[in-house]
């Protein structure tokens, strides 16, 4: 073929519809924005935003955020910008503004201890910190608020920002989260547009989200769970509900408030979900449009799972599993099946684009038998682009991977336990640091907490370990103290070398900011 032909042929495949390759999450937005104008993207209990004047307002804050790197006689690119955040659509505009300067955002919780906002401060060292509300009680230098930065004229360079835009790469970072991990040092996992985008394409490709998406959002924003709410819902131009804080300590409102916002979405925490079922809800007020319910970051007890799938048996339910260094989730399973109170889920396959395979802990080969523990591993696009001034770490964690040596290609070793089922479902066993020696057996701690959490009686409960006294440790929360009744349900099911030594009840099991149970403050506390 000829030159003229070759160019003749591609003159006509540009002239057809193509899909243009998105390198930019802003893209998801500025299509929603031209599309759908007055839908509303954004919205909490006080204010909702369409997409519009998302757009409008997220354009003028990036504005005012170049503009005061040139007062300072700087520029600002892929640099750090830390959001003191709020349950608000405030904190999400934000977001959006940090992204058209062409930095990237880092969402604070103003609430948190003051060391630790000290320690992530001095690891982060952001050019600038903005705050979501009004007031905070965090004192900083040069904090500016979202008010300020719209103050005055609303002009805009739309020339800038296509030079900035011209300039972006999908490998560009996106956000960064601090997560504390097992040790509670805080440590900055930097994600980037490109894996935030593979993400949703995969998730728009695999689930049953309704035509007009409405997600109901339950994690804080500094949790990456919520980024799942916030991209899923741009890329579809769909509706985040923000719901407040206070429906989940006091959850009869909850489900009104899901109806009144028609939310047919919901990515929550285990947790989230365990407090509709512990306190039986669905008693005084059904859900009317959830469609789509996804769950993550703990295993769901089986018994709860079911209390919400009598509720809504034409309901998709959907187990992901991840950490936030391989951006949100690798695998996922639709619950297809009945499960026994007794038995665990399974975190399924990966996403498409992404592996998971298991290593042998002793020898590092790749484990393909049933059966068998090994260290889960993930490596694809999905993979965090490390840990923010933190190469120590970094190196840690992103490897080589060991099953070739003829290029570089970094994985991610998660520290969790896995094997493969019978089915070829992979199964999540625990944390490599859950698995204890104790009376000369190994024991994994997830294996004693799956047959507490099956107790009818149990609203929840956790094994912890006392080195020291070679001692297992069950916390739990029930309506009342029931040691006696615990040990009886053990009896049927574990051999007595995995029965705890020590049982202690709560009312309210302590939980971490992002709705986990805080095992790291009941061992500093109880042991």
Known sequence: MNGKNLSSRMRKRKTGKEKKMVINVLEWLEEAAKRHPDHTAFADANREINYADLQRQAKIIGCRIVELAKKRGEIWKNQ??????????????????????????????????????????????????????????LQA??????TELLEGEESCSEALLADI????????????????????????????????????????????????????????????????????????????????KQYFVLPLQLIPYLN?????????????LRIVSNFKVFENCMPKHLSLIMFSGEVMPVKDLRYWQTALPGAQFVNLYGPTEITCNCSYYVIDREFADTETLPIGKAFRNTEMFLLDQETGRRISEQGKTGEICVRGTCLAMGYYHNPEKTAEAFVQNPLQ???PEM??????????????????????????????????????????????????????????GEKIVLCYQAAEACDKRIVQGLSEMLPKFMWPNRYLFFEQMPLNKNGKIDRTLLKETYI
């Open 141 to 146: 230098d040069d904090m500016l608020s979202y």
């Open 260 to 272: 009144e916002r028609r939310v047919n979405v919901i990515i929550w925490a285990v947790s989230a």
């Open 411 to 468: 994985i991610y070793k998660t520290g969790d336990l896995g094997y493969y089922a019978e089915t070829g479902e992979m199964m999540f066993v625990g944390r490599k640091d859950f698995q204890i020696k104790h009376m000369g057996h190994r024991i994994e701690l997830g294996e004693i907490e799956t047959v507490v959490n099956a107790l009818p009686f149990i609203d929840v409960g956790c094994c912890i370990y006392d080195e020291a």
């Open 80 to 137: 750090p910008i830390a959001v003191l955040i709020d349950r608000n659509v405030e904190s999400l505009i934000l977001f959006m503004g940090i992204l058209y300067s062409g930095n990237f955002y880092v969402p604070l919780d103003d609430t948190m201890p003051p060391k630790r906002i000290a320690l992530i401060l001095d690891t982060l060292g952001p050019v600038l910190i903005i705050n979501s509300k009004e007031q905070t009680k």
């Open 165 to 244: 835009r011209a300039k972006s790469l999908d490998t560009d970072p996106l956000y960064a989260i601090f997560t504390s991990g097992s040790t509670g040092t805080p440590k900055g996992v930097v994600v980037n547009h490109r894996s935030m985008i593979d993400l949703v394409e995969q998730f728009a490709g695999t689930f049953d989200f309704p035509r007009e998406a409405v997600f109901g959002n339950q994690a804080p924003f500094d949790f990456d769970v919520s980024a799942k709410d916030i991209y899923n819902s741009l890329y579809g131009a769909g509706t985040v509900q923000i719901v407040p």
């Open 405 to 407: 040596n003829a290029y």
